[in-house]
């Protein structure tokens, strides 16, 4: 038995890292992470594809040495250049002197730009393009932008198997499983809301391409670059990338507010309660001062109703929520129900930038309350009138 098996040609040689904090040093992962390699063995010919982080590389050469009997592999073909898959690609040159890089234009200038590889090392394709291995075809589709301008997938032809690059992968490490029949999934769900809101979010339109463009082929195995081999749940895994690359939501509500001294919270859980009690099931409340951006982003996207509260501070937004305004503002985050509401003490500030930012990203503001030092009557009723307003416009109930 093979233990690195996915089908009788095509061998998992990924590895999982447990060490890392914070993937790209921003996003917690708090069950790990896998740069998700392969090995493809056609008749005459053996192909890479993608490598892993540099820290993990020992292993990485170690699983390719032995799933090739130490025979060299003859390419590698690069589906995304972001160093956490081209990392060992010093390593596979130095280890193989004959391997040939397969990557389109952009590939290899990035090759070139990281890693200073002379011409001698590439074969250029392009979209549509094949390679054969021998009894195994491997043809390349161009899907730029999921996430970098060279990202590609590849296909092999024979046997229904997609190497999808960072589409479709998810944080978490594998823990023994690989392919999803080997495993319980449950757990990694959450974890593919976090990586794709928190990673690919921006580039909603062009996973949209690379739908339109793989729809027809027929898919047995999806291999991408992060987490399990999909083949159980290859229908959830495209229909959740569908769902979140065109900005659908689910039913419910993200709270996310700033608070130095209290107040801000006070309204913050005033309005959580008053949407219970119009029926709001699913609200999720975060202190941006404490809550990891990262879980923020991802509830924002989920849910269709977002309000973001924050005091004044300096004549500016609160840092910690004018940072998960950035955030949203950078993903071109899309089709939310939108309330804000901010307090001072002197002179209001907060409010009118957290409407600023809605007008950038085009969001209509459903209502918004401003709150002079601290909570009383009025603000009670403003806080009421608020959630009111949200719930009514909510769509997915
Ligand atoms: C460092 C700092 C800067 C502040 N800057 C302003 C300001 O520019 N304008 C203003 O009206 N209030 C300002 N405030 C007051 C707070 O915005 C106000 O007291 C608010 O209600 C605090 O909300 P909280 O209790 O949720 O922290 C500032 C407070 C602090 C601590
Ligand atoms: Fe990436
Ligand atoms: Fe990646």
């Known amino acids: 038995m093979n233990i690195r098996e996915i089908t009788k040609d095509v061998l998992y040689v990924g590895v999982n890292d447990r060490n890392t904090d914070r993937f790209e040093g921003l996003w917690p992962l708090p069950f790990g992470v896998s740069y998700n390699s392969y090995i493809i063995k056609g008749a005459e010919k053996t192909a890479l594809i993608d490598t892993v982080e540099i820290g993990t590389v020992r292993d990485y050469i170690h699983f390719v040495n032995s799933e090739t009997d130490n025979k060299a592999p003859d390419y590698l073909v690069v589906n995304h250049m972001e160093p956490d898959h081209s990392g060992g690609i010093p390593v596979v040159l130095a280890n193989y002197p004959a391997i040939k890089i397969v990557g389109n234009r952009q590939t290899i200038s990035m090759v070139k730009g990281f890693y200073h590889v002379d011409d001698s090392r590439f074969i250029e394709v392009k979209d549509g393009d094949v390679l054969d291995l021998g009894g195994k075809t491997l043809k390349f589709y161009m899907t730029p932008m999921v996430h970098w301008p060279e990202t590609m997938m590849t296909y092999v032809v024979e046997d229904g198997i997609l190497f999808s690059g960072d589409a479709f992968g998810t944080f978490g490490a594998l823990n023994g499983g690989v392919t999803d029949t080997e495993m319980e999934t449950g757990w990694y769900w959450d974890e593919m809301y976090r990586y794709y809101t928190n990673i690919v979010g921006k580039y909603g339109k062009f996973v949209q391409k690379a739908l339109e463009k793989t729809a027809g082929l027929e898919i047995k ?14 229908g959830k895994v495209v229909a959740i990338y569908d769902r979140l690359s065109r900005y659908e939501s689910e039913p419910g509500v993200t709270i996310i507010y700033g608070s130095m001294y ?8 005033e309005i959580g309660r008053q949407l219970a009690a119009r029926g709001v099931k699913n609200i999720k409340i975060h202190n941006a001062s404490k809550s990891n951006l990262s879980y923020m982003i991802a509830d924002a996207f989920r849910y269709e ?19 998960f305004m950035i955030a ?16 001072f003490t002197w002179a209001s500030a907060a409010s009118g930038k957290l409407k600023e930012y809605a007008e950038k990203m085009k969001l209509e503001v459903v209502d918004s309350l401003d709150m002079k030092q601290s909570a009383d009557e009025t603000v009670y009723e403003a806080a009421s009138r608020l959630a ?3 719930a009514a416009a909510l769509k997915c109930k």
């Open 221 to 234: 195995y999806i291999c991408s670059t992060h987490g399990p081999v999909w083949h159980d749940e290859i």
């Open 262 to 269: 209290g107040n801000t919270a006070e309204v913050a859980e």
């Open 305 to 323: 109703g977002l309000i973001v509260g924050s005091p004044t501070y300096s004549m500016h937004i609160f840092p910690p929520v004018e940072q």
């Open 328 to 343: 949203m503002e950078t993903r071109e985050i899309k089709n939310k129900v939108l309330a804000t509401f901010g307090s």
């Open 388 to 390: 009111e307003n949200v």
